[in-house]
C-alpha cells in the first residue's frame, strides 16, 4: 500500500494500511488453513511406505484440482470485475452476480466428474499406466464430496471478494480434523481416512454458514444460485450501468 504524494514522492498511507491489513492476516489464515492442510496429505501419505496408495490419492487429488480450475472460469475470470465493483462499493452486485456464476461452476465440476469417472480408468489401462486409478466407489465418493466442498467454497468466496475474511476459524480448525484423519490413514495404510480428511471436516465446518452470512447483502435469497439469470441482464446492466 504505497501511495504517490505531489511533494513527499512516495510514501506509507497508513489509512490503506490499516485497511488492508485485516483482510490480509484473515485470508493468510484460511489459506494456509485450507491448501496447506490439504497438501500435507501427500506427506502423511508418503510416510505409509506404500508408493502405488500414495501415488492414487496424488493422481485423484490432481485430477479433481484441474477439474476445479477448469470448472471455475466462470467465476474466476470475472474477479478483475468484481475488484472494481469493490471499490465502487458495489458490493450487493458482487453477491448476485457471483451466486449465478457459482451455479455454473457447479454443474461444471459435476459433467466433468462424471465423464473422468467413467473414462480415466479406460485410458489408463490403454495407455499402459503403473498407476491404476480409483475404484468406481471411491472415486465417485471422494468427487461427490469434493463437488459439495467446492461449492460452498465458492459461495464462501464470493463473501471474501466483499473484503471480508470471516472464514478463517472454521477453516483452522477444519485442518486439525484433518490433519488428524491422515495420521490415522498413515497407521492404518488406508485411503478412505485421507479421502474423508481432506473433505468432511471442511463441509461439516462450513455447512450453511457461507449462506448466512450472504443475508448481510439486501434481498439475496436462495433464487439466486440459478444458472437462468446469465442468460439475462445482469443486476448492474439493469441498473444502467453499460460498461460491463
Not at 32 to 61: E, H, K, M
Not at 123 to 146: A, H, M, Y
Not at 164 to 184: E, F, I, P, W
Request: charged fraction near 15%; charge should be positive; glycine fraction near 8%.
Amino acid at each position: 500500500p504505497v501511495q504517490l504524494r505531489e511533494n513527499d514522492g512516495f510514501g506509507l498511507d497508513r489509512q490503506i494500511i490499516r485497511w488492508a491489513w485485516g483482510p490480509l492476516w484473515r485470508g493468510f489464515i484460511g489459506q494456509i488453513s485450507t491448501l496447506g492442510a490439504q497438501r500435507s496429505a501427500g506427506l502423511f501419505l508418503a510416510a505409509t511406505g506404500v508408493p502405488g496408495l500414495t501415488a492414487q490419492f496424488l493422481l485423484t487429488r490432481n485430477v479433481l484440482q484441474t477439474m476445479q480450475n477448469f470448472a471455475n472460469a466462470p467465476l474466476t475470470s470475472q474477479y478483475p470485475r468484481y475488484a472494481r465493483f469493490l471499490s465502487q462499493g458495489r458490493q450487493n452486485e458482487i453477491v448476485f452476480d457471483g451466486a449465478r456464476r457459482v451455479m455454473i461452476a457447479l454443474v461444471l465440476l459435476v459433467l466433468c466428474c462424471v465423464s473422468v469417472g467413467l473414462v480415466a480408468p479406460i485410458i489408463l489401462e490403454k495407455i499402459g499406466s503403473n498407476i491404476l486409478f480409483l475404484q468406481p466407489r471411491e472415486w465417485f465418493v471422494f468427487s461427490g464430496l469434493f463437488i459439495v466442498l467446492q461449492f460452498l467454497g465458492n459461495v464462501a468466496g464470493i463473501h471474501n471478494l466483499t473484503n471480508r475474511q470471516v472464514y478463517y476459524k472454521r477453516n483452522s480448525m477444519a485442518a486439525l480434523v484433518a490433519v488428524g484423519c491422515y495420521v490415522m490413514g498413515a497407521r492404518e495404510q488406508n485411503l478412505w481416512w485421507f479421502i474423508i480428511g481432506s473433505t468432511v471436516p471442511y463441509i461439516v465446518m462450513l455447512n450453511v454458514y457461507p449462506f448466512r452470512m450472504l443475508k448481510e447483502f439486501g434481498n439475496y435469497s436462495w433464487r439466486n444460485f440459478s444458472i437462468r439469470p446469465l442468460r439475462s441482464r445482469t443486476i448492474s446492466e439493469a441498473a444502467g450501468d453499460k460498461s460491463l
